[in-house]
Nanobody
Framework: QVQLVESGGGLVQTGGSLRLSCANS????????MAWFRQALGKEREFVVS???????NYANSVKGRFAISRDNNKNTVYLQMNSLKAENTAAYYC????????????????WGQGTQVTVST
């Protein structure tokens, strides 16, 4: 049984930082693209960043230079370091996994975590 469990969300002030974690079990982590999506209240889920197992990454333009994804294949964990946070980054952040090489389309991802809330206050 595949499980993705996010942690690290919370309340932070504008300009602050948070580090999200996503622990995986039940899948061959190194064979999967890992990604983060987010969904703000009343809006559609949107792509944030993805990471192929070979280290290639793809970022949404809105987070380039501020967010960084990393993965520890030994710990089956993927991280999202978020810096210079803005109020518009407030959302539930979801970890997702797709077999092979996947991009920004959420439909490519078969496995999802339950989400962790990030709230950026002004």
């Amino acid at each position: 049984q595949v499980q993705l469990v996010e942690s690290g969300g919370g309340l932070v002030q504008t300009g602050g930082s948070l580090r999200l974690s996503c622990a995986n079990s039940g899948l061959t982590f190194s064979a999967y693209t890992m990604a983060w999506f987010r969904q703000a209240l009343g809006k559609e889920r949107e792509f944030v960043v993805s990471s192929w197992s070979d280290g290639n990454t793809n970022y949404a333009n809105s987070v380039k230079g501020r967010f960084a994804i990393s993965r520890d294949n030994n710990k089956n964990t993927v991280y999202l370091q978020m810096n210079s946070l803005k109020a518009e980054n407030t959302a539930a952040y979801y970890c997702a996994a797709a077999i092979g090489l996947a991009g920004c389309n959420s439909r490519a991802y078969a496995y999802w975590g339950q989400g962790t809330q990030v709230t950026v206050s002004t």
